[in-house]
Nanobody, 115 residues
């Protein structure tokens, strides 16, 4: 069964931290690079970080130095450690493949950064 299940979001003050998790079907995890995407209110979904099967990773400029993407191969989980969060990080975060997401999405996890 193909699945993408995100968790770990919440309400956090500016400067705070959160760690997102995404459980991925092994059939996907073992064959594709993975990424975290964000959809802010009223905006299109954008990629914020991706990680290759080799472990190589890249980040969009706005999160460099603050976010870290990682993965656990044993349990097919992708993580996004977010630190020094800003209001503009607010949105629903999704994991999916990279480049080019699959034709379905998980439910996402809401991250709200507000004082």
């Amino acid at each position: 069964q193909v699945q993408l299940v995100e968790s770990g979001g919440g309400l956090v003050r500016p400067g705070g931290s959160l760690r997102l998790s995404c459980t991925v079907s092994k059939s996907i995890f073992n064959t594709r690079n993975m990424a975290w995407y964000r959809q802010a209110p009223g905006e299109q979904r954008i990629g914020v970080a991706w990680i290759a099967r080799s472990g190589y990773s890249e980040y969009t400029d706005s999160v460099k130095g603050r976010f870290t993407i990682s993965k656990n191969n044993a349990d097919a989980t992708v993580y996004l450690q977010m630190t020094n969060l800003k209001a503009e990080d607010t949105g629903v975060y999704y994991c999916n493949t990279h480049p080019g997401p699959l034709n379905f999405w998980g439910q996402g996890t809401q991250v709200t950064v507000s004082s």
